[in-house]
């Protein structure tokens, strides 16, 4: 059984352009027939399944051939991602790592450099407590130069020139008291109480 079609319908069907098709009924490759001053393609209704079927099953072939291709090439995109994501993973480890030593070096060094400064401070320090101050020499420079000079409390008070009995009283009280808190400036031989000619006595009147 045959049927007629149009050859823009069959060039649908074939997936072929119009040209093609009518470059084959010229050539005779195509059975045509013109009806009304139209050309229509003649078509065995068994050779055109078998042609469809098999044009579908080769369609279907490269559709999957091409799926594969596909899939294969994506496959390989991920293979390649993985490889870099786990390389970008080892190089941001070691620079962690890196970076980490490099903190542990720094704060060494900063608790060494705070460790030296805080010894040379104590020794700095130590040396100045150990030092005698300007004045403190040049007293002791002093005395040594010209030699001890102690007087008896009573001549003190009278050069102090403290008469009244009660204020001797109690500058002797004073000068007693500082004597037993080991005062440099006082000391007491057989019995009598001295006081240092080179020093000064504000507090104790």
């Given at each position: 059984?045959?049927?007629?079609?149009?050859?823009?319908?069959?060039?649908?069907?074939?997936?072929?352009?119009?040209?093609?098709?009518?470059?084959?009924?010229?050539?005779?490759?195509?059975?045509?027939?013109?009806?009304?001053?139209?050309?229509?393609?003649?078509?065995?209704?068994?050779?055109?399944?078998?042609?469809?079927?098999?044009?579908?099953?080769?369609?279907?072939?490269?559709?999957?051939?091409?799926?594969?291709?596909?899939?294969?090439?994506?496959?390989?995109?991920?293979?390649?991602?993985?490889?870099?994501?786990?390389?970008?993973n080892t190089e941001i480890n070691?620079?962690?790592?890196?970076?980490?030593?490099?903190?542990?070096?720094?704060?060494?060094?900063?608790?060494?450099?705070?460790?030296?400064?805080?010894?040379?401070?104590?020794?700095?320090?130590?040396?100045?407590?150990?030092?005698?101050?300007?004045?403190?020499?040049?007293?002791?420079?002093?005395q040594d130069k010209i030699g001890?000079?102690?007087?008896?409390?009573?001549?003190?008070?009278?050069?102090?020139?403290?008469?009244?009995?009660?204020?001797?009283?109690?500058?002797?009280?004073?000068?007693?008291?500082?004597?037993?808190?080991?005062?440099?400036?006082?000391?007491?031989?057989?019995?009598?109480?001295?006081?240092?000619?080179?020093?000064?006595?504000?507090d104790m009147l």
């Amino acid at each position: 059984m045959s049927r007629m079609v149009k050859p823009t319908d069959y060039a649908r069907e074939q997936n072929i352009s119009r040209q093609a098709v009518y470059a084959k009924i010229k050539k005779g490759i195509l059975e045509s027939k013109t009806v009304d001053g139209k050309i229509y393609i003649i078509l065995d209704e068994d050779e055109t399944a078998t042609q469809n079927i098999g044009i579908t099953q080769k369609d279907q072939m490269v559709n999957i051939s091409e799926l594969l291709a596909s899939k294969e090439e994506t496959i390989s995109v991920l293979k390649e991602s993985i490889k870099d994501l786990k390389n970008t993973n080892t190089e941001i480890n070691t620079t962690l790592r890196g970076e980490i030593e490099l903190l542990k070096q720094v704060f060494t060094e900063m608790r060494n450099l705070y460790v030296k400064q805080v010894d040379y401070m104590g020794e700095h320090k130590s040396v100045e407590l150990h030092q005698p101050s300007p004045i403190e020499g040049k007293i002791e420079t002093k005395q040594d130069k010209i030699g001890e000079c102690w007087i008896d409390v009573e001549s003190f008070l009278d050069r102090a020139n403290i008469k009244k009995n009660k204020k001797r009283k109690k500058v002797k009280k004073n000068l007693l008291k500082a004597y037993q808190e080991n005062d440099p400036r006082i000391k007491i031989e057989s019995d009598t109480l001295f006081v240092s000619c080179y020093d000064f006595y504000e507090d104790m009147l």
